[in-house]
């Protein structure tokens, strides 16, 4: 039981009606959640509008409820309180319900369209390596110390953040690393928490579906530093075009890491192969089981941000050089007849034409790159022409399939990928729906020495078809069609 006008403290209330000096339960943004003394958040969502469930919310118990309008007859014995925000209004008072966890211990958000789980969870595994208890809030999974929760969204809802945060103060954690997605700013799920620092990694074509357009996209990042405090550190990848646009108006310090353009914190790239990369750093040699060049950026975020936080440089670098990759992040299995294949989350087309460079980078020339993917469903449609380019163009063989079609149909999704195939790239492409099927051919057409690259779906466990997911793993997938192949 917490006291409603504590909760309320910092929020910008237009109009009260009823007591605010009450006692209330949880707070809840869904009506369907709704306990009895609870208070209920009228959201104004994408799909419906709470302020629809004020009646349901109040029927399961709810004694207080906030919202923008008053679209619905107010009932005695309720407290409403009006507000201009319901998001803002809901992180304000997530905070406030679970005492500020945010300000008691360092937080570090990271975001940026492509990089920020690599980075997050490598931040998590460096500082646990140097004996802290870590916290991490991932698209991947949430671990408090060595504690593992499943994850939902790559940043969830206000109130799940500050629980989470509070949880990891209970157990004593030092240091929470988190991953800030332009939904979650946009939505104001990361409002009113006191960041230590923040990172950018980089920033390039996604969610053009959600966000009106890329000025828009880029807009919503650069809100995050804008609300960086002067205490915060701002890192940013300076060798990206809108690196420096993204702090420009921060009053954090600002500090910014490169691997070409001058810059705070900047690494060199001696060696690539593919077990691994040898990067010098001041001077220092360190080798690191991390491939891509655009993993050494994430790397380079990872040790700036490291001694950004007190630790010492030869410790860090000790570290980095026994980090091990993140599960779907470039994760490679070698099938006994010596076909690489490679499971990767590229499901931005900057993401899987860094990935196909890599391969490319790597190889020798004398064999196949087969490239499997699809595109995810009630998604950023514009991403799909181009990612079948990318694939078609970077590959000598590439098999278009379902990635999580979600509520459409998954062969328009194809139709709308085939459209940005070029004429002369049509002849290695192939279609077909079904992604078992696909990385079963995918096998069936490698030789030895050749590279399969499976990419969207990285660590998913799953594929959602109409609502409904089905267990489906990638790695697993291929991993049975290479021992199928060799049973005959
Ligand atoms: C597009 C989007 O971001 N949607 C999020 C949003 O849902 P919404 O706006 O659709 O909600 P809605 O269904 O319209 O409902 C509006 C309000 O009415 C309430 N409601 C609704 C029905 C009801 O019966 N009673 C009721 O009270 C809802 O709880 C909500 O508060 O608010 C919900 C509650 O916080 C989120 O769970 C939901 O995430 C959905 C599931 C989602 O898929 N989000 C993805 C796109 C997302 O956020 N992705 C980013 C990562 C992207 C990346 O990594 O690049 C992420 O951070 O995960
Ligand atoms: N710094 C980077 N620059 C460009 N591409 C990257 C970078 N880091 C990772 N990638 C590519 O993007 C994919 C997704 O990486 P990661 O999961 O770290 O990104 P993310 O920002 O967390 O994505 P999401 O938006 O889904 O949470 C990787 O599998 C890889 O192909
Ligand atoms: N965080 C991203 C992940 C996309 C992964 C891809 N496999 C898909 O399902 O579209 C999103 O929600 O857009
Ligand atoms: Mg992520």
């Known amino acids: ?123 998590y595994q460096l500082f646990t390596k140097a004996g802290y208890k870590v916290g991490l809030l991932s698209t991947v999974k949430i671990l408090v110390g060595d504690k593992e ?49 923040g990172i950018f990694t980089n920033l390039s074509h996604d969610h053009l579906d959600y966000h009106k357009d890329f000025a828009e996209y880029r807009n919503v990042k650069k809100k995050f530093f804008d609300e960086l405090p002067k205490s915060a550190f701002a890192l940013t990848n300076i060798d990206d075009k809108n690196g420096s646009f993204m702090l420009q108006n921060t009053q954090a310090k600002k500090y910014s890491y490169a691997l070409k353009t001058m810059a705070d914190f900047k690494v060199k790239i001696l060696e690539k192969q593919l077990s691994g990369t040898l990067i010098s750093i001041d001077n220092t040699e360190v080798w690191t089981k991390l491939i891509g060049v655009f993993n050494i950026y994430n790397l380079t975020a990872i040790i700036a941000t490291a001694e950004l936080l007190g630790l010492e440089k030869l410790e860090i670098l000790t570290i980095v050089s026994q980090l091990e990759s993140v599960n779907g992040r470039f994760e490679y299995v070698i099938s006994d007849d010596g076909v690489t294949a490679i499971v990767d989350y590229a499901h931005t087309p900057d993401a899987l034409k860094n990935v196909l ?112 997911r089905t267990h489906f793993k990638d790695l697993e997938e291929v991993t049975n069609c290479f021992n199928q192949l060799k049973k005959k």
Request: proline share 2%; glycine share 8%; aromatic share 6%.
């Open 149 to 197: 929760y499943k994850a939902t969204h790559t940043t969830p809802d206000s109130v799940t953040i500050n629980s989470y945060l509070d949880m990891m103060l209970e157990a004593g954690v030092e240091y929470c690393f988190m991953e800030v997605s332009s939904h979650g700013i946009h939505q104001k799920r990361t409002e009113g928490l006191s960041f230590a620092g």
């Open 1 to 123: 039981m917490k006291n409603l006008q504590d909760i309320l403290y910092k929020v910008a209330i237009k109009q009260v009606f009823g007591n605010t000096n009450i006692e209330v339960n949880e707070l809840v943004f869904d009506s369907r959640k709704v306990g009895k003394g609870d208070v209920f958040i009228a959201q104004k969502g994408v799909n419906v509008d709470g302020h629809l469930y004020v009646d349901k919310a109040i029927a399961l118990g709810a004694k207080a409820i906030i919202c923008e309008g008053f679209s619905f007859d107010r009932k005695e014995g309720v407290t409403y309180v009006r507000v201009s925000d319901a998001n803002e209004a809901l992180a304000i008072m997530a905070s406030n319900f679970y005492e500020n966890p945010s300000t008691k211990f360092p937080i570090v958000g990271v975001t940026g369209t492509n990089g920020k789980t690599t980075i997050a969870s490598l931040l």
């Open 357 to 468: 460079e890599t391969i490319n980078d790597i190889r020798t020339n004398n064999e196949k790159v087969i490239t499997v993917v699809g595109c995810g469903g009630d998604r950023d449609k514009t991403k799909r022409p181009r990612m079948a380019h990318i694939a078609a163009h970077l590959s000598n063989q590439a098999i278009f399939t379902s990635d999580n079609p979600r509520t459409e149909d998954p062969q328009s999704i194809l139709d709308e990928m085939e459209a940005g195939i070029s004429p002369e790239h049509y002849n290695k492409t192939l279609t077909i729906i079904n992604r078992q099927q696909a990385i079963k051919t995918a096998c069936k057409l490698s030789d030895a020495g050749d590279i399969i690259l499976i990419a969207g779906k990285g660590h998913e466990s799953y594929q959602e078809i109409n609502g409904v």
